[in-house]
T-cell receptor
Framework: NAGVTQTPKFRVLKTGQSMTLLCAQD?????MYWYRQDPGMGLRLIHY???????AKGEVPDGYNVSRLKKQNFLLGLESAAPSQTSVYFC?????????FGPGTRLTVT | DQQVKQNSPSLSVQEGRISILNCDYT??????FLWYKKYPAEGPTFLIS?????DKNEDGRFTVFLNKSAKHLSLHIVPSQPGDSAVYFC????????????FGPGTSLSVIP
């Protein structure tokens, strides 16, 4: 089992550009999450999904959109990147409380 | 206002000694608590958890203690090993709300050989 995978691992964007981060899990988990991690802030929830075809806003959803067309995939989109979105992004999935995280995507917006 | 607090950003401990990482929470609806460990350039990994019906849970060298009245939990690592050097996140969930987790800001533990 690969667990939770994320692509890409690194990306540099210019302000105003768009991109999509892909998360895939092979554990048949219903719940999937997107977080961002910034120094001193811990992990902040951007959006999450409780099952295929569902999405919901987390703590910091502005500037991001998500889709979960297939149970195993959860996509995070940035329509118009801003320097404030420079961060490390983690995807996670869970069956219940314990979450399994991907390796992260380091995004820099210049 | 942070609902889950880890007031020590960093902690240094000698190898073989006990490491104690603390976490405080403000929301009395939190019912299930977890600790995650994170190495640089990797995603967090689940370490240990505790339900509010217990006050202690042990797994090898790791023990989590929960004091509900004080809204405080702690993670004890005994004995500490250099490989335990990582950032530790405390997380809290309301009952059966798997998607409502709140993470603390993390404590960076350094175990000195």
């Amino acid at each position: 089992n690969a667990g939770v995978t994320q692509t890409p691992k690194f990306r540099v964007l210019k302000t105003g550009q768009s991109m999509t981060l892909l998360c895939a899990q092979d554990m048949n988990h219903e719940y999937m999450y997107w977080y961002r991690q910034d120094p001193g802030m811990g992990l902040r929830l951007i959006h999450y999904s409780v099952g295929e075809g569902t999405t919901a806003k987390g703590e910091v959803p502005d500037g991001y959109n998500v889709s979960r067309l297939k149970k195993q995939n959860f996509l995070l989109g940035l329509e118009s990147a801003a320097p404030s979105q420079t961060s490390v992004y983690f995807c996670a999935s869970s069956l219940r409380y314990e979450q399994y995280f991907g390796p992260g995507t380091r995004l820099t917006v210049t | 206002d942070q609902q889950v607090k880890q007031n020590s950003p960093s902690l240094s401990v000698q190898e073989g000694r006990i490491s104690i990482l603390n976490c405080d929470y403000t929301n009395s609806m939190f019912d299930y608590f977890l600790w995650y460990k994170k190495y640089p350039a990797e995603g967090p990994t689940f370490l240990i958890s505790i339900s509010s019906i217990k006050d202690k849970n042990e797994d090898g060298r790791f023990t989590v203690f929960l004091n509900k009245s004080a809204k405080h939990l702690s993670l004890h690592i005994v004995p500490s090993q250099p490989g335990d050097s990582a950032v530790y996140f405390c997380a809290a969930n309301p009952k059966t709300s798997y998607d409502k987790v709140i993470f603390g800001p993390g404590t960076s533990l350094s175990v000195i050989p």
